[in-house]
Each structure stands twice: as C-alpha cells, then as structure tokens.
C-alpha cells in the first residue's frame, strides 16, 4: 500500500505527513500503525479546530492545518513527527506535570486564558491559551497518547487587559486634562476639572462651582457668550465651537480660548460640557502676522531682485505644462536670450524638452520628491539659427508646495559648471589611462573613528579584477587589505608625512597566487592616497633568472678555468710518476708510493672531466642518435649501479624521435641521475626511465618561463625516494653543493648534468615534493633521423573538440589559466579555482562532466576533490594531472591503476586527446 496512503487529503499537515518516511522513526512504517493512532491522527489533520496528538512513550507530535499558524516561525514543518520534548524545550516545565498526569493516570485537563510562553519568530513570546489534555487509548485499551485542543486567547486578554486600563485612564482623564473643563446646570457651573482654577486664575476649582461663566468674561463679550450658551440649550445635542475672550482673575490679564459646548445629561438633568483651549498665543501670534503682512510685500519685492541678480540660475515653474513664472539673468546666460516667461517649457525650449528634463520636472511635481543633478550634460542652442552646444549643471528641482499641500510648480536652482567638468574629465581620462591599477583611499570618519576607505579606482584595477573590484568600494582598508602586508602601514605613513616612496612586497592573493608588487605611494592632501600597484612578478622572475644564469655561466667559467690549468698540472703529475714506475723494482716501498700518486691522479682528471662538462669545455663528438636504443643498451650497466633491492623500470615512448648529442654524454647523464636515485632510496624502491615526444609551443612557455617553444625529445628518470624540498631544489645543479654526508660526494653530479643539457641546447625541469619521490625531466632538441621527412605539427583545427563543462583545479596559478585558455579554445565551457574547497562550492551550481585536478595539493588530494565531487555525481570523469610519472604516482598509492593521468609539462595536443578519452567520446 502507498505510504500515507490512510491520510489522504488533511491540507498542509497531511501533505507534510505523508512525505516523511516513518519507517526510520520510532512509530515504525505508517502501515504498522496500531488502528487507534491511524484514528487519532486521521481524526487530528482532518479536524477545523487547532489540534495535535502526542503518541507513544516518546511522544510523537501529529498536528494539523488549524494548528500550524500557532507555531510561527521556526518549528513548522520540523515538528511534524518530532519528540515533544525536543519540539516544547521551553515549555516543557510547564506542560509536562499535565502530560504526565495524562499518561500515567489517565487525569485529562482543562485550562482557560493560560500563559504558556513559546518560542516563535526567533523569540520567546509570552501567549496565553484555552487547552485541554485527553488521554488516547490504542488497541489493548491502555494510555497510547494524549490529544491536545487548544485555542490560542493571546489577543483577548490582552485586549481585556488593556480595556480595564483604559478604563481606569478615562476615569482620571478628565482631571488630567491640561485644559479647562466646565459643566453648566441652569446657567450656574456645577464641575471644573484642576485645569480650569488654573485657567481662570483661582486657586482651586471649587471657586468656579454655583458661579455663571460670564462673571469671567472679557469687557463686551458677556452677551455674545450669552446667546451661544442658549443657542446650544436648544441645539438639539449640536456641537457649538467659537472664539471666547476672558480676564484672568489673579492678574487681570485677557486670555482667549477656543470652547467647545455640547448638550449632555449630567447626573439625570440637562447639562452643557464645555472645554477650553488656549489660543492666546495664536491669537497673538495672528495679530503679529498682520504687522508682519505690511512688510512682506517689500521683502519679497527685495527677494525678487536678489534672485535676478544670484549668481546661479534660478527658475520658477508652474502648472503640468511647465509654464516660465520667473527667470532670473543668470539662467539666460546659461540659454541665450529668448522669450521665456509665459511659455512651456515645451514651446520655450524644446531641445531641452527632448533631452528628459521635461519628465524628471514632471516626476518632482507628481511626487514632491526633490531631483539633484550633478554634473548633467544639457544641450542647449543659445540663439536662432545656432549651432547646439553642451554644458555641465549641477541643480535642484523642488516642489513648490501651496498652503493647502497641492503642489504648484517647480522651483529650479543650479550652477554652471562646464569648465571645471571638462578639468576633471581631462584628469579622469589620465587617472583611468594609467597602465598599472590605481586605488584611491580617503580617510573618513564613521561613528567616531577615522578610517581609511576605497573610495576610486581605475581602468587597469577594474580590467585586473574582472569587475570585481566595484564589490569593495567603501570598504575600510582593514577589510580589504590581507593582514600582514603592510600596506595599511604604508597608506597611514603616505597620509600622515605627505612624501611619495615606493615598496616592493610579496603578496599572496585571495586566489592563493604568489605576487611580487611594486606599490607606490602618493598623497592627495588633505585626506588621500593614491596607490599605484604594478605586478612584477614576471619581471623579478625573469631578472631572477638571469642572475641564476650568470651566476651558473660564472661558475662555469671559472669551473672550466681551473680544470684547464689542473689537467695541465695533473698531466705532469702523470707524465712523470709513469717515467718514475719503470725505474722501481717490484719490493721497493717507493713503487707503492707512485702507485698512490697515479691512482689520486686520476681520480682527479674523473673531476676534472665533470668540471669541464658543467663548463660545457668537454670535448664531445654529437651525432644523430635514437634515445630509445641508446637507453637500452646502458639499461645492464644502470641496474648494476643502483643495486638488487632498487627496481628498474624501462618504459620506452613509441615513436620517438631522434637527438644530436654525443652518445658518451648520454651515458655520463643518466648514469648520474641513476646514481642519485639510488642514494635517494632508503632500502627498497623503484627508479623509472621514461621517454617521448613533446611540443612547447609559445602560449605554454609563456606560462612556463623555464621552458622553450619548439619540438623536444623528453628522458625523464623517477624515482620512489625521499623527495626534496624547495630550498634544496633552488640549489639543485650548483656545483660542489650536495645532500650526502661529508666525504661521500663531490656535488659535481647534477652539476655536470646540467651542463650537459645546456651544451646540447636543451633544458632540464625537476619535480619533487618531500616523502613521494622526484622526477627530472630533460628535453633535448628534436631532430630528423637521416633521410626523413621534416616534423610536421599538428593545427589547432585537427585537434579533437568538445563543448562540455570541465572543472579544473590546479594550484599553480599560472598553469591554472594556461590550461583554460587551451581547454576554451577548443570550445569547452570552463571553470577553474586553485583553491580545492572552492572547486566544491563551484561544482554545487553546475553541471560538471570532467574533472581536471592535480593529484598533490594543499588541504585537499585531487584524490579527494574527485571522490567528494562523485558522492553526488557517480557519472563524473575525473582526468589527474602531476608533475610525477604515472608509473611514480601509481607506485606510491596515490592513485589506483587504470585512471585517467596526464603527466606534467603536456603539450596542447595531449591535451585535448587526454580530454577526449577521458569523456570516453
């Protein structure tokens, strides 16, 4: 049967009900409900009344629609088939004596206009209600649950409450009134609240009672407040207001009131009601105002001339169609002379009309919102027959607002400000054509403390930010700078000494990429600073380069020099302890002597030659050779020198192509690399030689400042040793540096490694991290073997396209974008982050068919971005990149065999093949 299927219809609580899956609660499947709880809960959704129905030792909530607006916000739809305990944690002290008495006596309850607070909305709100509990018995006839009807009376005691309050405020209302109040019976006072003694000057109110109020009328009104006291005796219940003057009797002095009389019965008999307010103020303050009416005329005419003679243009507007009312001289300098007052706007400057202004004019009369203009362009023709010309304004619209509220017409206000707009545009236009990303901090004060702020940026910083940087503006220095930079220092410093300096920095950026940056400050007194940020990280790079190259090429030099002069010196050494040898007979001691001087002799020329090869002064004899079989025969002589507990991997690459070289060097190179393999393995391990064809072209090297653009042959020689960190890698081919123990190396090895390399026109890239092994990887300039056709590339065009969405995640900065460039290029859509746990965020608002991810990263493997990212997508293909061998990466445990791997550096070619077959299309 269908789950929830005993509970059809029940509204919203139904609906609710029937999507949970009761099997993993404590109730069990809804078919395995006992009849009664199936009755009760039936009975409880379908009901109009608020309700709901705690079940089992537990006390399983069930409610229905009527119920749900009393939960408010917060526990709806989670209470449905929640633990009441769980559900009435704040109420709980309350509620539970009478749940218990319910569940273990059967004792049902009654309250009325109970306050039972509960949290809802986010708070604890005091509600009161009318609720009873009944026990609910299930099929054997014991106490299964209780059922809860309930009303909540929140707005009627309340409102009770507050009546009776109201009640007792009108009881003193009327001796509270600030102003008189006086009750007339047959022509005599018969009650005076305590503002009236006060009003009439007394000392107390009881000197009013049994007295007429005209004894306190002002001289000559007696007999008008006379008729209006009768006009009201026989009114009919009509309200009588009018203007009443009186003497204060404790000073004399006249005051005027406001009275409002009305019939009413007092006390059974016909009475008039009649309270006071004291206008003698506004009586007085009218009285002034007509002095003040005779001036105003002069004032304004005063007002006028001002206005005509202002500086800036003023206008004033009026009616739907904009009709000119006044304008003064200032505003025809900035139109040219026309006839303005008495025509439309529409008719009196229709090029104005047709720019906007005329709905901006009718949006400020409809609303009576002011409109403020800064720096609008408005085009204007300041005579017939002339040419348009623009001009800059600042101005106001305002709405001219009569007595009664309407609004009239337009006031407009404004200045011209053509010159100094055109000054700052010229500036903008520099500022925004600045090459490097320019920021503009101010210093601002917010709830009291000064701080600096981003206030302007330029073209550069928006083009280097993606638009990003819009984002920040007005944020405080503290909150856009990383911590740590001191730049915030240096923006105070800038400020507060005025001198312009420049500083150079490393900068890790939000992205985790590496930045060198050349920051120069500038003040702009009185309260900013402009900071110019030129990114020179490629330019340091390469000047770092450049000194590592003149540095290696010095001591080569010098490497070369000595060992030239040495082997002259060793030569004699040589040439003379061989004429000495013949001339000992064998048992004399000093024949053993010059066997010892010819043995360090040449042990040293061994030095000499390695120094020469570092120099690149050896003498060589290059030929055309195939890599693959010159490898193969030295693979006996390799395995004898790294050992039987060491494995040695052969993988030669098909097709490979071939390299002029001397053979000898060759040798001399992976006999070197074999050997520091071997030193780098602690027992058992594994070395892996590989070979293949390889293509840079200029996009990669680009990206990759240590490689060069062309066709190369790769021999890459792993290893499953310790690994070196990248102190050690940055001093990897210095001559005389080594690793090994004092005594146990000349730290020419890797030295003459390089200067093989170099000799022969290629390059070598070493890629190593601490505990997983190291790979070095040297590539040598491909040639044509004898007779064969020229290589030939292969077009972007004839390479395998896709447009499916491809997430990668490298933490290389620069291989990250390189990788996307060539990935869109081919036509995929890409997303790429060099942060793991943002590729996560990424992949939850996107369809992702491939990952590309680096094996080794920080805080998260590639490993581990794949299997989180396929918990929820099983059909994803994942394609691992790393700078280590497939045959490496496999052998540590890193990856399981059989995954899609692309070794680092890959060509644009493979690529998009490695793309393609990892898709499986």
């Known amino acids: 049967m269908q789950r929830g299927g005993y509970f059809v219809g029940g509204g919203v609580a139904g609906a609710l009900l029937r999507s949970i899956d009761w099997s993993t609660t404590p109730l069990g499947a809804i078919e395995s409900w006992p009849v009664s709880l199936k009755c009760a809960v039936g009975t409880v959704l379908h009901a109009r009344h608020p309700m709901f129905l705690w079940w089992g030792e537990e006390l399983i909530q069930f409610y229905n629609d009527a119920y749900i607006p009393s939960f408010g916000e917060g526990k709806h739809p989670a209470a449905m088939g929640q633990r009441a305990r769980d559900c009435w944690g704040e109420t709980w002290p309350i509620i539970w004596p009478q749940i218990d008495d319910v569940m273990t006596r059967g004792k049902g309850s009654w309250n009325e206009d109970a306050l039972v607070p509960i949290l809802r909305n986010g708070a604890i709100e005091d509600v009161y209600w009318t609720y009873g509990y009944s026990p609910v018995f299930d099929d054997e006839g014991r106490i299964g649950g209780v059922l809860v009807t309930c009303t909540e009376t929140t707005a009627r005691v309340v409102a009770e409450r507050a009546l009776r309050a109201s009640e007792a405020r009108y009881r003193r209302l009327m001796e509270e009134l600030p102003e008189p109040v006086l009750v007339h019976v047959d022509g005599a006072i018969a009650y005076a609240n305590a503002a009236s003694a006060q009003g009439f000057g007394l000392a107390s109110s009881s000197e009013l009672i049994g007295r007429s109020i005209v004894e306190f009328a002002a001289l000559g009104t007696g007999a008008r407040i006379e008729a209006r006291m009768e006009r009201v005796r026989g009114g009919e219940g009509r309200l009588e207001v009018a203007e009443q003057s009186f003497v204060r009797q404790s000073d004399g002095r006249e005051i005027h009131a406001e009275v409002k009389t009305v019939p009413i019965d007092y006390e059974g008999r016909p009475a008039m009601l009649s309270i006071a307010r ?30 005509q003679n202002a500086p800036a243009f003023i206008a004033v507007l009026r009616g739907p169609q904009h009709v000119f009312e006044l304008v003064n001289e200032a505003f025809y300098d900035l139109v040219g002379t026309r006839d303005l007052l008495g025509r439309p706007l ?25 409109f403020v203009g800064t720096g609008l362009p408005v085009v204007v023709r300041r005579g017939p027959g002339e040419a348009t010309e623009t001009r800059f304004v600042n101005f106001v619209y305002q709405a001219l607002v009569e007595e009664d509220g309407s609004r009239s017409g337009v006031f407009i206000h404004g200045i011209d400000v053509t010159d100094e707009t055109l000054v700052q545009r010229r500036v903008r236009a520099q500022f925004n054509g600045a090459p490097v990303p320019t920021y503009v901090w101010q210093r601002v004060e917010r709830r009291g403390v ?71 400050y500038a003040c702009a007194p009185p309260d900013m600073v402009l900071a110019h940020t030129e990114d020179v990280t490629a330019r340091r790079r390469t000047e770092e380069q450049l000194r590592q190259a003149q540095k290696m090429d010095a001591v080569g030099r010098l490497a070369g020099g000595v060992a030239h002069d040495f082997n002259n010196m060793l030569s004699v050494i040589l040439g003379n302890a061989h004429l000495l040898l013949p001339s000992l007979p064998p048992g004399d001691p000093r024949r053993e002597d010059v066997e010892e001087i010819l043995d360090a002799a040449g042990r040293s020329a061994e030095l000499t030659r390695q120094l020469l090869a570092f120099a690149r002064r050896q003498p060589i004899a290059p030929r055309v050779i195939d890599l693959n079989e010159t490898v193969g025969r030295l693979l ?131 890629y190593s991290e601490v505990g997983l092994g190291s790979t070095f990887r040297i590539y040598l ?21 896709g447009a499916e969405t491809v997430l990668i995640v490298e933490d290389e900065v620069a291989l990250l974008r390189l990788t996307r460039r060539l990935l869109e290029a081919l036509g995929y859509t890409v997303l790429a982050t060099a942060d793991a746990r943002e590729a996560l965020a990424l992949a939850e608002s996107a369809t992702i068919d491939l990952l590309i991810t680096d094996v080794i990263m920080p805080l998260m493997s590639g490993r581990e971005v794949y299997e989180s990212l396929r918990a929820s997508r099983p059909g994803l293909r994942c394609l691992y990149t790393s700078g280590y061998t497939a045959e490496v990466i496999t052998h540590h445990g890193v990856l399981e065999a059989g995954v899609h791997f692309l070794e680092k550096p890959f060509t644009r070619e493979a690529l998009a093949f490695k793309v393609r077959e990892a898709l499986g299309r």
């Open 781 to 801: 300039p491909r040639c044509a073997a004898p007779g064969a056709r020229p290589l030939e590339r292969s077009a972007v065009d004839a390479l395998p396209r």
């Open 278 to 307: 004291d206008i003698t103020a506004r009586v007085e303050a009218e009285r002034e105002r007509e002095r003040l009416a005779a001036s105003l005329e002069f004032e304004r005419r005063r007002l006028g001339n001002l206005l």
């Open 636 to 766: 006996k002589l390799l395995r004898r020198l790294i050992g039987e507990d060491i494995e040695l991997v052969w993988k030669p690459g098909p097709g490979l192509g071939h390299v002029m070289m001397d053979g000898a060097q060759l040798d001399q190179v992976l006999a070197n690399l074999a050997v520091n393999a071997r030193d780098a393995i602690a027992g058992v391990g594994r070395v892996v030689i590989e070979t293949g064809n390889v293509t840079f072209d200029q996009a990669w090297c680009e990206a990759n400042a240590s490689h060069q653009t062309g066709d190369f042959v790769q021999i890459s020689v792993s290893d499953s040793g310790c690994g070196m960190d990248q102190a050690t890698q940055a001093k990897l081919f210095e001559p005389f540096f080594t690793t090994r123990e004092f005594g146990k190396g000349t730290g020419l090895g890797l030295a003459t490694v390089y200067g093989i390399v170099q000799q022969n026109g290629g390059f070598i890239n070493v």
């Open 346 to 370: 529409a008719e009196a400057m229709p090029e104005v009309m047709a720019q906007g202004f005329g709905q901006i004019l009718d949006g400020v009369l409809a609303t009576g919102e002011p």
């Open 450 to 520: 000064r701080e600096l702020v981003l206030v302007d940026f330029n073209d550069a910083t928006m083009s280097l930010t993606q638009g990003g940087i819009t984002q920040c503006l007005g944020q405080t220095a503290a909150e856009f700078l990383l911590p740590g930079t001191g730049i915030l220092e240096d923006l105070e410093r800038c400020l507060a000494t005025g001198v312009t300096f420049q500083r150079e920095l490393d900068h890790v950026q939000r992205t985790g990429e590496r930045k060198r940056l050349l920051i120069t």
